[in-house]
């Protein structure tokens, strides 16, 4: 009889991965799906702060983003350690932001132009000095609509 | 002579691969967020004449340098700030023309008239941190939409947030016609006024 009795006793079937690929495709295709490549790299800290009376901004391609913070640890020798502003690739100037906003504005169509909205992604640690010059220097170039972006979540997670 | 099969491909490293490129994916992706606080800038206009607004009908709120927030010449702490400014919105202590019919605040008559005339004036100084600014928009922004769902229930059943929701959603049954009718209206009862001084 032992012909069948060659299997060992006790020992646990291995457990079959023939479905492994499947599940990782199932993720890998998840993430190819929500992974929206970043169109400008982010030489500056930006880390949100979060608010939860937030509206959704819907028409992506009409969307200037302004970016605020302190220069990340490669740019500190030459930018220092004050809260910068970054627009596209580069760090800018105060002054810098109406002919942002007048180039972006003759990139998109006439008529979506009045729609255009702001978005201002600002570190939460950035001081409200350099915001309020940027929005002033908007309201100079009367992009007035704007969008302090935010991630989403209670206020008490602001203070650390 | 034995059957002859085809060999078959080892697929034993397809999870390798796969895995290889979900790695890629999950490192380069940064879910975008894109969603926040929307405010409209106020104008440069050149006009010289002041606007006469009576001192009762403005709540002011300041951030300081250290982050410390005073409002009505108060100390306050985050919390009490969306109860204190909802109170003043909703005081509706106005009479005659000024009337507010709908508020259901104390009428005290020291405070705002009605939620039309009230205006929550911010000022912040340079040295304020961004995150708390934004705490207390977000704040203010909550006793907003606070009164304006509660407004919302009242007339229409639904709440002012629910209403908006619908009036996005494309497959929402309803007539959007009469929504964005409700929805203004709402909006003209408690509109947002909040003034940044610079």
Same mark, same amino acid.
């Given at each position: ?14 457990? #079959? ?14 993430? &190819? ?9 982010? !030489? +500056? ?10 509206? !959704?901004?819907?028409?992506? /391609?009409?969307?200037? @983003?302004? %970016?605020?913070?302190?220069? #990340?640890?490669?740019? !500190? ?23 942002? +906003? %007048?180039?972006?504005?003759?990139? !998109? ?13 600002? /570190?939460?640690?950035?001081? &409200? ?16 609509? +704007?969008? @302090? ?12 | ?6 060999? $078959? ?11 290889? =490129?979900?790695?890629?994916? =999950? ?13 409209? =800038? ?6 010289? $004449? ?19 927030? *005073? ?7 985050l919390e009490e700030l969306r109860e204190a400014a909802i109170k003043f919105l909703d005081n509706g202590g106005g009479s005659g023309e000024d009337k507010c019919n709908y508020c259901k605040g104390a009428a ?7 939620p039309d005339k009230a205006i929550i004036s911010l000022k912040n100084e340079r040295e304020t941190t961004y995150a708390t600014y934004i705490s207390v928009q977000n704040e203010l922004v909550a006793a907003y ?8 229930? $009242? ?32 909006? =003209?009862?408690?509109?947002?006024? *909040?003034?940044?001084?610079?």
């Open positions: 009889m032992s012909k069948f009795n060659n299997k060992k006793k006790g020992e646990l079937p291995a457990v #079959n991965t023939a479905s492994l690929p499947d599940i990782v495709f199932m993720l890998l295709f998840f993430f &190819m799906v929500a992974t929206v490549m970043r169109d400008n790299e982010l !030489k +500056i800290k930006n880390e949100l702060p979060a608010a939860n009376q937030v509206e !959704k901004l819907d028409k992506k /391609d009409l969307v200037m @983003y302004i %970016y605020l913070g302190k220069p #990340n640890d490669g740019f !500190k020798d030459q930018f220092g350690e004050e809260a910068r502003i970054q627009l596209n690739d580069k760090f800018a100037e105060v002054g810098d932001v109406p002919a942002f +906003i %007048y180039s972006e504005r003759e990139s !998109k169509r006439e008529e979506l132009r009045p729609f255009l909205t702001t978005a201002l992604k600002v /570190d939460k640690d950035a001081s &409200m000095g350099i915001v309020g010059d940027v929005k002033q220097e908007l309201r100079k170039v009367n992009a007035l609509k +704007i969008n @302090y972006t935010t991630r989403i979540g209670d206020v008490s997670l602001n203070s650390n | 002579m034995a059957k002859r099969s085809s060999p $078959e491909v080892n697929a034993g490293s397809m999870a390798d691969i796969a895995f290889l =490129l979900l790695i890629f994916f =999950l490192v380069t992706t940064t879910i975008e967020t894109d969603s926040g606080i929307s405010r409209k =800038l106020p104008p440069i206009e050149e006009s010289e $004449e002041d606007v006469i607004i009576k001192q009762k009908n403005i709540f002011t709120v300041i951030l300081n340098g250290k982050n410390q927030l *005073l409002v009505e010449d108060e100390v306050m702490e005290n008559p020291k405070s705002s008239d009605n939409t606070f009164l304006r769902n509660r407004r919302g229930e $009242e007339l229409f059943g639904t709440s002012y947030t629910e209403m908006q929701k619908n009036y996005k959603d494309v497959n929402w049954p309803g007539s959007k016609a009469k929504l964005k009718e409700n929805i203004t209206q709402i909006k =003209l009862e408690y509109p947002q006024k *909040l003034s940044e001084v610079q």
